[in-house]
């Protein structure tokens, strides 16, 4: 057994450990499901919609040098048709953001300065999103949500997951899951009826000092509606001024 597996099944003890109570005070009956079965369904379902659209409200933490922390709010609008097509309206606190990409060029539109840039991403989502992450060193907001395995992405990550129970998401009774990562732990809630669909994420960024978390509510899901092309074509404001991306260090 390699260190990670005997690592991945530590970890998986302690979080049986800590959930075990929950079961005990009166949720045996979702104690019992399968938080990877849970997860592999939510990504089939995300995949195999072929279009998606949906909405998150965005609450995030920064910390700042003497370790207070300060959060900021925000909201995004995603839509996709795969493979080859994303359009991303992004605002918060401090800054606002459009992203397009049609299966060739990516456009990245900064609102607050009237600046844009434009890469080559000839592709698909996944090869796009990759791309822009190891070589510009951007990575889309819930970027993971919108890649063809999004299983596959946590799975990669995660030391082990556990099921906490159905607890309530704005509302909605959902599978409350808990994944513990290497550098940071998420969250994930699956709605229980219906479609499993994720209905709320927080990831505990655990390395990075005072534990800043991200945490988004994810809402108005639309699932294999027909979406235009012309939907995932840059409409950029009169004057805005094109500029470089910014290569990472060692991008290639």
């Excluded at 459009?98 to 299966?103: C, L």
Aim: charged share 25%; net charge neutral; hydrophobic share 40%.
């Amino acid at each position: 057994m390699s260190s990670r597996s005997r690592r991945r099944t530590t970890v998986l003890a302690a979080i049986v450990l800590v959930t075990a109570p929950l079961a005990a005070q009166g949720q045996q009956a979702s104690a019992a499901a399968s938080p990877e079965q849970l997860l592999r369904q939510m990504s089939a379902e995300l995949k195999n919609a072929g279009s998606l659209r949906f909405h998150a409200e965005i609450n995030f933490d920064d910390v700042l040098v003497s370790g207070q922390k300060l959060q900021y709010a925000g909201a995004v609008d995603v839509t996709v048709k795969r493979p080859d097509g994303v359009y991303i309206d992004y605002r918060d606190d401090l800054s606002a953001k459009r992203f397009w990409y049609d299966g060739k060029t990516g456009t990245l539109l900064d609102l607050v300065h009237g600046k844009y840039s434009t890469a080559d991403l000839p592709g698909d989502i996944d090869t796009a999103v990759a791309r822009l992450k190891e070589k510009y060193r951007l990575s889309l907001p819930l970027g993971t949500l919108i890649s063809s395995d999004v299983f596959a992405i946590i799975d990669a990550k995660a030391l082990a997951w556990g099921y906490i129970g159905v607890n309530d998401a704005e509302g909605v009774p959902a599978h409350h899951i808990a994944v513990v990562g290497d550098d940071a732990d998420l969250q994930v809630w699956i709605q229980k009826e219906g479609r499993p669909l994720p209905l709320k994420l927080v990831i505990t960024y655990k390395d990075s000092p005072s534990a800043p978390q991200y945490e988004a509510v994810l809402m108005d899901w639309k699932l294999g509606e027909k979406i235009s092309a012309d939907r995932f074509e840059p409409v950029l404001p009169k004057g805005a001024k094109k500029i470089e991306f910014l290569v990472a260090e060692g991008g290639q």
